[in-house]
């Protein structure tokens, strides 16, 4: 191996740490509509002039900010994507991601066994909580619509949205399915969250909301398909079988139960996401990780369930897996 790839690897997190300042402090916002020199942007941020200068410049050669005749703007292909105003904005992901800088920066304390404070999600801070949730529906907006056309119709009335956040996968199954009635299933601010981004929703009245905490509360029952996505790599196994519990009692006779998320090699080293998405959970989490087929396979059998097969493999998090409750 050339070690220059090694150096470039250890050096990627350079860009990360410049394009996230500029997400912490709203530069492309500030920057969006309107030209602003140095001085300007100093004023309006009440920062530093040389480090600010060092981070516009840093922006610009990355191609973020554009830089004319001394005045900064956010480049006109960025901002859909990094303005509040943008059409498709993920500040809302990025932030995530900036909450996430400082728990990976803890990685090596915590192979070597140290142990460190993990905020629960009914922990974080109103600001966070709302990044998060709103970060996920950013992302979850195109990769639903792909991932539903690929799995193809679905001959059920009756889903519930386990962990469901702000809808997202509710709205695509209901977009594809117009038979189908939705409930969300989520913790209190949550559900709050998901009740006004679907306001305007042509959904909405296909979709119903049930609060409550799935390690703490029962299911609500009498549904025929389950949809349980981007949940089980945030717990242990233990945590997971005694949840497919809650769904196995959920469903009626004959339901079904599909599950998204990272599934693993045999060996655990593939896919690459799935393995680098491990060490988000190790840090983020006090039991979560990512789990190969035959450990999703053994726990859903564990709690009941019949006929567990992949419904859909991916190299991302776009694996299903099927179970039936027999």
């Known amino acids: 191996m050339d070690f220059s790839k090694l150096l470039k690897t250890a050096a990627a997190f350079q860009e990360a740490r410049v394009l996230l300042t500029?997400?912490?402090?709203?530069?492309?916002?500030?920057?969006?509509?309107?030209?602003?020199?140095?001085?300007?942007v100093c004023d309006s941020l009440n920062s530093d002039m040389r480090a600010t200068q060092y981070l516009l410049d840093a922006l610009a050669a990355?191609?973020?900010?554009?830089?004319?005749?001394?005045?900064?703007?956010?480049?006109?292909?960025?901002?859909?994507?990094?303005?509040?105003?943008?059409?498709?904005?993920?500040?809302?992901?990025?932030?995530?991601?900036?909450?996430?800088?400082?728990?990976?920066?803890?990685?090596?304390?915590?192979?070597?066994?140290?142990?460190?404070t993990i905020k629960p999600i009914d922990q974080m801070s109103a600001d966070q909580l709302r990044a998060f949730i709103l970060g996920m529906h950013v992302v979850a907006l195109r990769a639903s619509k792909s991932l539903l056309q690929k799995l193809g119709p679905i001959p059920y009335k009756r889903m519930l949205d386990v962990g469901g956040a702000s809808g997202t996968y509710s709205?695509?199954?209901?977009?594809?399915?117009?038979?189908?009635?939705?409930?969300?299933?989520?913790?209190?601010?949550?559900?709050?969250?998901?009740?006004?981004?679907?306001?305007?929703?042509?959904?909405?009245?296909?979709?119903?909301?049930?609060?409550?905490?799935f390690y703490k509360d029962s299911l609500p029952m009498g549904y025929d398909f389950l949809w349980l996505s981007a949940i089980i790599h945030q717990n242990s196994r233990e945590q997971n079988v005694n949840l497919y519990k809650k769904c196995h009692a959920a469903l009626e006779t004959g339901g079904v139960l599909w599950v998204r998320d990272h599934v693993m090699s045999a060996d655990r080293t593939y896919p690459k996401r799935g393995a680098l998405f491990a060490i988000n959970m190790l840090?983020?989490?006090?039991?979560g990780g990512t789990y190969t087929y035959e450990e999703i396979q053994e726990d859903l059998n564990r709690?009941?369930?019949k006929d567990v097969h992949f419904k859909l493999r991916g190299e991302q998090m776009d694996t299903v897996v099927e179970a039936v409750k027999g």
Not at 75 to 101: A, D, N, T, V, Y
Not at 283 to 287: D, I, N, P
Request: charged letters at 30%; hydrophobic letters at 35%; a negative charge.
């Open 62 to 116: 990355m191609e973020l900010l554009e830089k004319k005749e001394g005045k900064y703007r956010t480049s006109p292909e960025i901002s859909p994507f990094l303005s509040r105003q943008g059409k498709e904005c993920i500040l809302p992901m990025l932030e995530h991601q900036s909450h996430l800088w400082h728990r990976w920066s803890q990685l090596t304390d915590i192979v070597k066994g140290k142990s460190i």
């Open 303 to 305: 709690a009941g369930f």
């Open 22 to 40: 500029g997400v912490e402090l709203d530069l492309f916002t500030l920057l969006a509509d309107n030209e602003m020199d140095l001085k300007q």
């Open 171 to 213: 709205e695509a199954f209901i977009e594809m399915n117009p038979g189908l009635r939705a409930t969300i299933f989520d913790l209190p601010p949550v559900i709050e969250i998901a009740k006004e981004r679907l306001k305007t929703s042509p959904y909405r009245e296909k979709i119903d909301f049930c609060v409550g905490d």
């Open 283 to 287: 840090v983020g989490t006090h039991g």
